[in-house]
Nanobody, 121 residues
Framework: QVQLVESGGGLVQTGGSLRLSCAAS????????MGWFRQAPGKDREFVAS????????YYADSAKDRFSISRDNAKNTMWLQMNNLKPDDTAVYYC??????????????WGQGTQVTVSS
């Protein structure tokens, strides 16, 4: 099981950008799919994006397509989420998670502690 730590959240204006990082411990990272999820106040946690273990396959929620980009570097045990053209609706706590396979319906076996993203209008 991997241990995950997110970073890179913060306060940004509408239209701005942020890059979230997810650092993983353990050699298992390079063999597992990874995903980004978010939870806004009063709402359920939702899928944002995920990536296969080798990085060749990526999946995005409709809300993230054309604005967000997921990537990973297995040599650095790190995954990123580049978020551009941010909107107030993107305000949430963002979590990274280890998945059995990439995609919105795959279960998550390990979660990070989350990083807050706030987009001001």
């Amino acid at each position: 099981q991997v241990q995950l730590v997110e970073s890179g959240g913060g306060l940004v204006q509408t239209g701005g950008s942020l890059r979230l990082s997810c650092a993983a411990s353990g050699r298992a990272f390079r063999f597992i799919a990874m995903g980004w999820f978010r939870q806004a106040p009063g709402k359920d946690r939702e899928f944002v994006a995920s990536i296969s273990w080798g990085g060749s396959a990526t999946y995005y929620a409709d809300s993230a397509k054309d604005r967000f980009s997921i990537s990973r570097d297995n040599a650095k045990n790190t995954m990123w989420l580049q978020m551009n053209n941010l909107k107030p609706d993107d305000t949430a706590v963002y979590y990274c998670g280890a998945q059995a396979r990439p995609g919105p319906s795959s279960p998550v076996s390990s979660w990070g502690q989350g990083t807050q993203v706030t987009v001001s209008s």
